[in-house]
């Protein structure tokens, strides 16, 4: 029954279309940026909070947003059409 379903389905289908990149010119895929490609898929899979993580998270979620902040409130200070206001 299923088989028989299975069939009548891909009969009414018809073959699959084949599908080229960038239309009909011959383009070949790079293989460093396709690997590339497939580990960013999987990243929230293959990642493992760890030990070692933790500075490079605390690093990049606090301590660099600080300094952009501290750097840029210094820049705006020093500015003379911002002085007087509070920042």
């Known amino acids: 029954s299923r088989l028989a379903t299975a ?3 891909a009969r009414f289908a018809g073959p ?3 599908r080229n990149m960038g239309g009909k010119m ?3 895929k ?3 940026v396709e690997e590339w490609n497939g580990k960013r898929e999987i990243t929230e899979k293959t990642f493992e909070f760890g030990p070692n993580n933790v500075p490079w ?3 990049t979620c ?3 947003p600080l ?3 501290y750097w840029t409130r210094s820049e705006m ?3 003379p059409e911002f002085k007087g206001r509070v920042l």
């Open 62 to 64: 606090v301590a660099f």
């Open 57 to 59: 998270l605390l690093g």
């Open 16 to 18: 699959m279309q084949r």
């Open 67 to 69: 300094f952009v902040y």
């Open 7 to 9: 069939r009548t389905v």
């Open 30 to 32: 790079n293989m460093h």
């Open 77 to 79: 200070e020093q500015r």
């Open 26 to 28: 011959d383009v070949k």
